[in-house]
C-alpha cells in the first residue's frame, strides 16, 4: 500500500469508524457511520455496519461478569465469520474485558462468579496478566487447587515472560487432572507443540519429566515434601499411569528429603510404570550428578 492512500478522506474516515468501534464508542462510532454512507454512498463497508448495530445493542444493556462472558462469545464468533483481522479483534476483546471489569468492581470480592467462572479468567481476556496472576493465586489459596485455574496460572506467567514457572504450573495441571483435550487452553504455543510431539499422547509430560524438559520439582523443605505426599496420597495408587510416573518422578527429585527406601521404591515405581523413560531418566542423572 502506498503511503500518501493513508492519507485519503474516504481511507482516514475508515479507520476513525474502526477506531471508535474498538474503543467501544458506539454512539461515535454511529455518527461516524452514518457520516461515512452519507459521504460515499458507493463505498463498500464489510462488516462495521453490522458490528456499530450490535455494539449499540449491547452497549445500552448492563452487564455483569457472565451475561458479559455470554455477550462477548456470540460477537467473537460473529467476527470469527467476518472479515476481521486477529490483530483488531484481539484489540476489541482486550478493550470489552476492561471495561467489563472496571463496571463490574462490587464483584471482585468474591473469586468466582455465579456461573463458576474464575475471575482470572476475565483478567486474562482483558490482558492484565499480573492482576490475573493475583486472582489464581487467591483462589488456589481460598477455594482449592485445580486443573483449570493451576494452568490458568500457567498461561499468566507464559505472559509474564516466565517459561519455566509456566511450564511448572502446566506440568502441576496435568497432576491435578488436565484432559488431552485442555492442552488447546495452554498459551505457550511451542510448549504445547512439544506436547504434541511425544511418541505417545498420555505419556507426554512424563517424556518431558524423563529428559529434563521441566523445571526440577523440588521442595525447600521437609514440610513442603510431606504437605505434597498428603496432597497426592490417593492419587500415588488411584491416578492412570502416567500421572502416577510424574509424582513418583517429583518423590525421586527430592533425595533430600527421602529415605533411602522411599528413594528406591519411588525409582523402582518409574520402572515399572514406564521402563523405557526410567532408563532415560536414570541415564540423565548419572549424567548431571
Same mark, same amino acid.
Given at each position: 500500500?502506498?503511503?500518501?492512500?493513508?492519507?485519503?478522506?474516504?481511507?482516514?474516515?475508515?479507520?476513525?469508524?474502526?477506531?471508535?468501534?474498538?474503543?467501544?464508542?458506539?454512539? !461515535?462510532?454511529?455518527?461516524?457511520?452514518?457520516?461515512?454512507?452519507?459521504?460515499?454512498?458507493?463505498?463498500?463497508?464489510?462488516?462495521?455496519?453490522?458490528?456499530?448495530?450490535?455494539?449499540?445493542?449491547?452497549?445500552?444493556?448492563?452487564?455483569?461478569?457472565?451475561?458479559?462472558?455470554?455477550?462477548?462469545?456470540?460477537?467473537?464468533?460473529?467476527?470469527?465469520?467476518?472479515?476481521?483481522?486477529?490483530?483488531?479483534?484481539?484489540?476489541?476483546?482486550?478493550?470489552?474485558? +476492561?471495561?467489563?471489569?472496571?463496571?463490574?468492581?462490587?464483584?471482585?470480592? #468474591?473469586?468466582?462468579?455465579?456461573?463458576?467462572? !474464575?475471575?482470572?479468567?476475565?483478567?486474562?481476556?482483558?490482558?492484565?496478566?499480573?492482576?490475573?496472576?493475583?486472582?489464581?493465586?487467591?483462589?488456589?489459596?481460598?477455594?482449592?487447587?485445580?486443573?483449570?485455574?493451576?494452568?490458568?496460572?500457567?498461561?499468566?506467567?507464559?505472559?509474564?515472560?516466565?517459561?519455566?514457572?509456566?511450564?511448572?504450573?502446566?506440568?502441576?495441571?496435568?497432576?491435578?487432572?488436565?484432559?488431552?483435550?485442555?492442552?488447546?487452553?495452554? #498459551?505457550?504455543?511451542?510448549?504445547?507443540?512439544?506436547?504434541?510431539?511425544?511418541? #505417545?499422547? #498420555?505419556?507426554?509430560?512424563?517424556?518431558?519429566?524423563?529428559?529434563?524438559?521441566?523445571?526440577?520439582?523440588?521442595? +525447600?523443605?521437609?514440610?513442603?515434601?510431606?504437605?505434597?505426599?498428603?496432597?497426592?496420597?490417593?492419587?500415588?495408587?488411584?491416578?492412570?499411569?502416567?500421572?502416577?510416573?510424574?509424582?513418583?518422578?517429583?518423590?525421586?527429585?527430592?533425595?533430600?528429603?527421602? +529415605?533411602?527406601?522411599?528413594?528406591?521404591? +519411588?525409582?523402582?515405581?518409574?520402572?515399572?510404570?514406564?521402563?523405557?523413560?526410567?532408563?532415560?531418566?536414570?541415564?540423565?542423572?548419572?549424567?548431571?550428578?
Amino acid at each position: 500500500m502506498q503511503q500518501g492512500f493513508l492519507f485519503e478522506p474516504e481511507v482516514m474516515a475508515r479507520t476513525e469508524l474502526q477506531d471508535a468501534i474498538a474503543r467501544l464508542d458506539f454512539h !461515535s462510532a454511529m455518527r461516524r457511520l452514518e457520516e461515512f454512507q452519507r459521504v460515499w454512498p458507493e463505498a463498500k463497508l464489510t462488516w462495521e455496519p453490522e458490528l456499530v448495530c450490535a455494539g449499540s445493542r449491547m452497549a445500552a444493556k448492563l452487564l455483569d461478569l457472565d451475561s458479559g462472558y455470554g455477550a462477548w462469545q456470540k460477537l467473537e464468533a460473529r467476527l470469527n465469520t467476518l472479515d476481521v483481522s486477529r490483530s483488531w479483534t484481539a484489540s476489541l476483546r482486550r478493550n470489552f474485558f +476492561s471495561r467489563l471489569l472496571a463496571s463490574n468492581r462490587k464483584l471482585f470480592e #468474591e473469586l468466582r462468579t455465579a456461573a463458576d467462572r !474464575s475471575l482470572g479468567d476475565f483478567y486474562l481476556l482483558a490482558e492484565q496478566p499480573r492482576n490475573a496472576r493475583r486472582r489464581c493465586e487467591n483462589e488456589i489459596r481460598q477455594i482449592g487447587d485445580g486443573w483449570k485455574v493451576r494452568l490458568q496460572l500457567g498461561n499468566c506467567d507464559f505472559r509474564l515472560g516466565h517459561g519455566a514457572v509456566a511450564h511448572a504450573n502446566y506440568h502441576w495441571s496435568f497432576l491435578l487432572g488436565l484432559p488431552d483435550d485442555g492442552w488447546a487452553l495452554i #498459551e505457550d504455543l511451542r510448549f504445547l507443540a512439544r506436547l504434541r510431539s511425544a511418541d #505417545e499422547t #498420555e505419556w507426554a509430560f512424563p517424556e518431558l519429566c524423563a529428559a529434563g524438559e521441566l523445571p526440577p520439582a523440588r521442595f +525447600s523443605s521437609r514440610g513442603e515434601f510431606d504437605g505434597f505426599k498428603r496432597k497426592f496420597g490417593a492419587a500415588f495408587t488411584e491416578s492412570p499411569s502416567s500421572r502416577r510416573f510424574c509424582l513418583y518422578w517429583i518423590v525421586s527429585e527430592n533425595k533430600p528429603f527421602c +529415605s533411602d527406601g522411599e528413594l528406591i521404591d +519411588s525409582r523402582r515405581q518409574l520402572k515399572a510404570l514406564h521402563p523405557r523413560l526410567h532408563v532415560q531418566y536414570m541415564q540423565r542423572l548419572a549424567q548431571v550428578s
